[in-house]
């Protein structure tokens, strides 16, 4: 199983970024997959999840009206699209899957949301 996130960069505050991951190793259709971020000095939190036919989106309370999950299951990838982007969002985020008792983990991508 490999994920391998990209995207990622320096953005101004209210910018954009679309983030992906690219799955494989896995049949990607099957498994729901989910992105997480973790800010330096802090815990890993979840931000958003999909289930593996793209429906039902969950998402943090503090991303939600702002971030977007979606998924291409013909490309065995994973979309984050962030708008109105705030300082507060700076984080590496990391895209994950679990397939049976065990998560697997990207190796992140840094989000630097500064003016």
């Known amino acids: 199983v490999q994920l391998v996130e990209s995207g990622g960069g320096l953005v101004q505050p209210g910018g954009s970024l679309r983030l992906s991951c690219l799955a494989s190793?896995?049949?990607?259709?099957?498994?729901?997959m989910k992105w997480f971020r973790q800010a330096p000095g802090k815990e890993r939190e979840f931000v958003a999840a999909i289930m593996r036919s793209g429906d039902s989106p969950a998402y943090a309370d503090s991303v939600k009206g702002r971030f977007t999950i979606s998924r291409d299951n013909a490309k065995n990838t994973v979309y984050l699209q962030m708008n109105s982007l705030k300082p507060e969002d700076t984080s590496v985020y990391y895209c994950?899957?679990?397939?049976?008792?065990?998560?697997?983990w990207g190796q992140g991508t840094q989000v630097t949301v500064s003016s």
């Open positions: 994950n899957t679990r397939i049976g008792l065990y998560d697997y």
């Open positions: 190793g896995f049949i990607f259709s099957r498994y729901s």
